[in-house]
């Protein structure tokens, strides 16, 4: 079975600054997608940035990159000059990219960002 | 793009009663349906996957019985919280799949029993 895993509870960023999200998963599958997701305290869940594991180049959406390292099965979110509306949970999940295989969502505990002004 | 929405947002129900929760897909056929809970302060967990028509396949550890799925309409999915109980209480949210393999979370339900 998947597991992703974010071993970090929380983390603080100072607006303006930079501040990087770890994730690592663990997988026997070759082909599979990537995400973080972004939860504020609506608790809705906000699509931030998704990543194909058969891409080589990482991902990038304006202010939020990832590096993603296949080998090392790692995964993390780069959030560049951060901003006060960037504070909230962040969900890095997993998803099976076979045909026939499961769709699922496989989440990792969740990282609580604060954003200092 | 594609919208689920879900309702109730906010529900109280007194412990022993049954509430429903619908997720509705606006602008897209939703095939599948997923339903997660999330317990405060804690991460997502996939209850259960329907499909439009057919019985929904639940995962290890749900009871089936308690948390009734109906996927009747390619645009409405409905979980249905039976004999609820206060550990019921929890934050439900649903996903539902749109043409090829796209996905969007609906905005989700929080349950409080009492």
């Known amino acids: 079975a998947q597991t992703v895993t974010q071993s970090q509870p929380e983390m603080s960023v100072q607006e303006a600054e930079t501040v990087t999200l770890s994730c690592t998963y663990d997988t026997s599958e070759s082909d599979y997608y990537l995400f973080w997701y972004k939860q504020p305290p609506s608790r809705q869940m906000i699509l931030v940035i998704r990543q194909e594991a058969y891409k080589q180049q990482n991902a990038t959406e304006n202010r939020f990159s990832v590096n993603f390292q296949k080998a090392a099965k790692s995964f993390s979110l780069k959030i560049s000059d951060s901003q006060l509306g960037d504070a909230a949970m962040y969900f890095c999940?997993?998803?099976?990219?076979?045909?026939?295989?499961?769709?699922?969502?496989?989440f990792g505990k969740g990282t609580k960002l604060t954003v200092n002004p | 793009g594609a919208v689920v929405s879900q309702h109730p947002s906010r529900v109280i129900c007194k412990s022993g009663t049954s509430v429903k929760i619908e997720c509705r897909s606006l602008d897209f056929q939703a095939t599948t349906m997923f339903w997660y809970r999330q317990f405060p302060k804690q991460s997502l967990m996939l209850m259960a996957t329907s499909n439009e028509g057919s019985k929904a396949t639940y995962e290890q550890g749900v009871e089936k019985d308690k948390f009734l799925i109906n996927h009747a309409s390619l645009t409405l999915s409905t979980l249905t919280v039976t004999s609820a109980h206060p550990e019921d209480s929890s934050f439900y949210i649903c996903r539902g799949r749109f043409q090829g393999y796209g996905y969007t979370f609906g905005s989700g339900t929080r349950l409080t029993v009492v």
């Open positions: 999940a997993y998803r099976s990219g076979n045909l026939g295989g499961s769709e699922k969502l496989v």
